[in-house]
């Protein structure tokens, strides 16, 4: 039998950690022997253990390992990290290690450094002459670059639940449930927004065109006129039928205010992709006067960042729009690390692709009247994420309602 001993240390019972480790070892046939455990008793204490795992080949206890390092298990007797260049171009070591989303730290040269741009399913990369370590996608490695192969001198740091937990951002969950009481929810939502914009901190709003054809898209406007909002992620969809309504009060040929369908209005959207690109862009459209109103337009007129990423299936697509989805990506990524929290509505694509780029340290919303959106992030990795099953056209107007609750007061 090969053995290798392993720590856990935090809130390791209340997080589920410990269980969760008992879960791994057994399930991949190994089995382990407990050398200490020992258990925090008041609320601010954190509770250690050391395990024996054992495994009848290396390749199922290096199999065992990687898996608990990525629900921040520790080995004992951690050493430094070891590096492999990279044979190409977009090419790793076999044995490189696949980050999570956590924050991680790698051992190098007898200093623990931060590894910085965390995201999951992509590899370390050490800068040795800067002794940096990097987290860096599959398409950006080149060749030479020297990549953290294995687990040993990786360390994986998880969100905590602690204990007295009082409200749904203290520790972020993605339980999903249609029949959650929405405005307890609302108010903890409204809470945290103001909390993190009270500390300077930055908001991304991902969106779905559920958001224009509900009429929802006056309250999206509103929050980013009044600085809600630092970057917006979305598709062509969200922002053509935006423009849309801005220019012929429908979308998807539906009166957004009477519900009613209009005459030819299954060609609205079309003719406001034509409008854009006759004015040469959104932002062309909006000095040149033929925008004005929308999602869109408060994004221009507040100098607020937006990335509008392709799809294969997109009409136009609006000239904003980004088709290389690896350049989108990358366009992405220039804001992903410097926010604090993050709304994902009625887009289940676009929710799944940021949420994977997402440090877990961001609160993050989910809002979507499909469950299987949320559930198919928490199914990806990114189970910090609290998720509301909800109309959208219901969810956005109570939450702005919320937010400006003191004024009315």
């Not at 390791?12 to 089995?31: E, V, W």
């Not at 406007?221 to 969809?237: C, R, S, T, W």
């Not at 423009?243 to 079309?270: F, Q």
């Not at 040469?280 to 509008?308: F, H, Q, R």
Request: aromatic share 6%; glycine share 8%; charged share 25%.
């Amino acid at each position: 039998m090969f053995k290798r001993e392993i720590e856990l240390s935090g809130h390791i019972i209340d997080s589920n950690i410990l269980p969760k480790t008992f879960d791994i070892i057994m399930d991949r046939g190994g089995d382990f022997d407990t050398v200490d455990i020992q258990v925090g008793k008041n609320k601010t204490d954190i509770s250690r253990a050391k395990l024996i795992v054992y495994a009848e080949s290396i390749e199922k206890l290096n199999q065992i390992l990687d898996e608990l390092s990525a629900i921040g298990v520790s080995i004992a007797g951690i050493e430094e990290v070891n590096l492999e260049e990279s044979p190409a171009d977009h090419v790793l070591p076999e044995r490189f290690y696949s980050t999570t989303h956590h924050t991680t730290h790698v051992l190098y040269k007898g200093n623990w450094l931060v590894v910085k741009d965390i995201e999951m399913d992509c590899a370390i990369v050490i800068d040795e002459e800067k002794e940096e370590a990097y987290c860096r996608p599959l398409g950006a490695i080149k060749k030479g670059d020297k990549i953290v192969v294995g687990i040993e001198g990786v360390k994986v740091s998880t969100p905590e639940k602690p204990r007295g937990k009082t409200n749904n951002f203290e520790f972020m969950n993605s339980e999903v449930s249609s029949e959650k009481p929405l405005m307890s929810i609302v108010e903890d939502i409204a809470d945290e927004v103001k909390k993190v914009k009270a500390r300077g901190g930055k908001i991304a709003f991902v969106g779905g065109p559920a958001i224009d054809h509900t009429g929802a898209n006056k309250v999206v406007a509103k929050l980013i006129k009044e600085g809600y909002i630092d970057v917006l992620f979305a598709g062509n969809a969200l922002a053509t039928h935006d423009i849309e309504i801005a220019l012929y009060g429908t979308s998807l040929g539906i009166d957004v205010e009477t519900g009613e369908i209009v005459t030819n209005g299954h060609s609205h959207h079309m003719r406001a992709i034509n409008t854009i690109n006759r004015s040469g862009s959104i932002k062309e459209a909006v000095e040149d006067g033929t925008l004005k109103s929308g999602i869109m337009y408060e994004l221009i007129k507040n100098d607020v960042p937006y990335v509008l990423a392709g799809s294969i299936r997109d009409d136009g697509p609006l000239p904003d729009v980004i088709t290389d989805s690896q350049e989108a990506q990358n366009e992405m990524r220039k804001y992903v690390q410097k926010i604090d929290m993050v709304f994902m509505v009625a887009t289940m694509l676009h929710s799944i692709a940021v949420g994977n780029m997402l440090p877990s340290r961001v609160s993050s919303v989910c809002v979507d009247v499909n469950p299987s959106t949320v559930t198919k992030l928490a199914d990806r990795g990114s189970a910090q994420v609290l998720g509301v099953v909800t109309d959208v056209g219901a969810f956005l107007p109570v939450l702005y309602d919320e937010l400006h609750k003191d004024d009315e007061d």
